[in-house]
């Protein structure tokens, strides 16, 4: 499967942003789905998830400010973010994989497939 990440911008701090992940077939259900990030020098960090399309997962740094979920119909996975600050400035990327099991859902490694990445910048 394919994965093509959109939305990214520049938008200043408190600012709003939603980044779309579009996949080549239909994953609804079957994929488990997640948005990471990474800055140069940091290590990429698990954002947000959805475990099959149902139960989602938030990163403490994003919980409450960013929003998760699917639109199965347009095999697309959307990343509400809002209340943006500087230290959410990096390049997001969404990945899906089959096999990986709730506790996994926030550690890049789990995942197959993986898109080439939107950037954001607060600023």
């Known amino acids: 499967v394919q994965l093509v990440e959109s939305g990214g911008a520049t938008v200043p701090p408190g600012g709003s942003l939603k980044l779309a992940c579009v996949a080549s077939?239909?994953?609804?259900?079957?994929?488990?789905v997640g948005w990471f990030r990474q800055t140069p020098g940091k290590g990429r960090e698990g954002v947000a998830a959805?475990?099959?399309?149902?139960?989602?997962v938030y990163a403490d740094s994003v919980k409450g400010r960013f929003t998760i979920r699917s639109d199965d119909a347009k095999n697309t996975v959307f990343l509400q973010m809002s209340g943006l600050s500087p230290e959410d400035t990096a390049m997001y990327y969404c990945?899906?994989?089959?096999?990986?099991?709730?506790?996994?859902?926030?550690?890049?490694?789990?995942?197959?497939?993986w898109g080439q990445g939107t950037q954001v910048t607060v600023s």
């Open positions: 990945a899906a994989d089959q096999s990986i099991d709730y506790w996994s859902l926030l550690e890049g490694g789990a995942y197959k497939y």
């Open positions: 077939e239909y994953i609804g259900g079957a994929y488990s």
């Open positions: 959805l475990h099959k399309r149902s139960l989602p």
